[in-house]
């Protein structure tokens, strides 16, 4: 791990948008998202795509050479082709500088930096399609497939807390009773949702009923699944 390091300023990344650039011959993409900047390795883990010259959707990066997909906030392996994370760095802002403080391996959280700016995005409220944005960063270890695409969040309420904030009620699944990933799912499940804007006490409460059933998928994890 180094120290943080002047890397770019915020206003060369375009709101929902990205930049690539070269620290010390690494290449590194930064990203400005609904008013967050983040950092991950220019490199997909399937085999050296550019991740930089991907499209965006949300906080997903798709490669361009064979449509893996990443987390921009942490860098984790959100479909397959890849299955390994790739590097994401901690960012700092201060004023129109951003900062990255670089590291070697794959973590499954970094830190991301808020930046109090008039990104679009940032200024819209909590509603239900945010939560949902924010626990498709939680991915399914054995499937490899996102919480939301394989049908495992039921509903999402979102009632008015303390201190302006925003309380969020869920009711997930698992695609089975004994899934020994069920508590690393609830966990990730609260955490990504705390982690938005305004949002004050996250409940998550698995059901079984009505239980999982394969049909419950998007498409888009029908055939990340090879499944049709
Ligand atoms: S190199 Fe990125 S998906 Fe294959």
């Given at each position: 791990m180094s120290?943080?390091?002047p890397?770019?300023?915020l206003s060369?990344i375009p709101?929902q948008?990205?930049?690539?650039?070269?620290?010390?011959?690494?290449f590194?993409?930064?990203?400005r998202?609904?008013?967050q900047?983040?950092?991950i390795?220019?490199?997909c883990?399937?085999?050296g795509g550019?991740?930089?010259d991907?499209?965006?959707?949300?906080?997903?990066?798709?490669c361009?050479r064979?449509?893996?997909?990443?987390?921009v906030?942490?860098?984790?392996?959100?479909?397959m082709?890849?299955?390994?994370?790739t590097?994401a760095?901690d960012?700092?802002?201060?004023?129109d500088q951003v900062?990255?403080?670089?590291f070697?391996?794959?973590?499954?959280?970094?830190?991301v930096?808020?930046v109090?700016?008039s990104?679009?995005?940032?200024?819209?409220p909590?509603c239900?399609?945010?939560i949902?944005?924010a626990?498709?960063?939680?991915?399914?270890p054995?499937?490899?497939?996102n919480?939301?695409?394989?049908?495992l969040i039921?509903?999402v309420?979102?009632?008015?807390?303390?201190?302006?904030k925003?309380?969020?009620?869920?009711e997930?699944?698992?695609?089975?009773?004994m899934c020994p990933?069920g508590?690393?799912?609830?966990?990730?499940s609260?955490?990504?949702v705390?982690?938005?804007?305004?949002v004050?006490?996250?409940?998550?409460?698995?059901?079984m009923?009505?239980?999982?059933?394969?049909?419950?998928?998007?498409e888009?994890?029908r055939?990340?699944?090879?499944?049709?």
């Amino acid at each position: 791990m180094s120290d943080y390091v002047p890397v770019a300023k915020l206003s060369e990344i375009p709101p929902q948008g990205k930049k690539t650039i070269e620290v010390d011959g690494r290449f590194v993409v930064l990203f400005r998202i609904d008013g967050q900047v983040s950092c991950i390795d220019d490199v997909c883990t399937h085999d050296g795509g550019t991740l930089g010259d991907g499209e965006l959707e949300n906080f997903a990066i798709a490669c361009p050479r064979h449509g893996a997909k990443f987390d921009v906030r942490n860098g984790q392996a959100l479909t397959m082709p890849a299955t390994e994370a790739t590097v994401a760095h901690d960012v700092k802002v201060e004023g129109d500088q951003v900062f990255v403080r670089f590291f070697d391996e794959p973590r499954k959280t970094a830190e991301v930096a808020r930046v109090a700016n008039s990104d679009s995005a940032s200024a819209s409220p909590l509603c239900e399609e945010k939560i949902r944005e924010a626990l498709k960063s939680v991915i399914d270890p054995e499937l490899f497939v996102n919480i939301v695409d394989l049908g495992l969040i039921y509903n999402v309420d979102l009632i008015p807390g303390e201190n302006d904030k925003t309380n969020v009620n869920i009711e997930m699944t698992m695609t089975s009773p004994m899934c020994p990933a069920g508590p690393q799912l609830v966990g990730g499940s609260r955490k990504a949702v705390e982690e938005l804007p305004g949002v004050g006490v996250v409940d998550v409460k698995v059901v079984m009923d009505p239980p999982w059933s394969p049909d419950k998928m998007t498409e888009e994890a029908r055939d990340q699944l090879g499944i049709f």
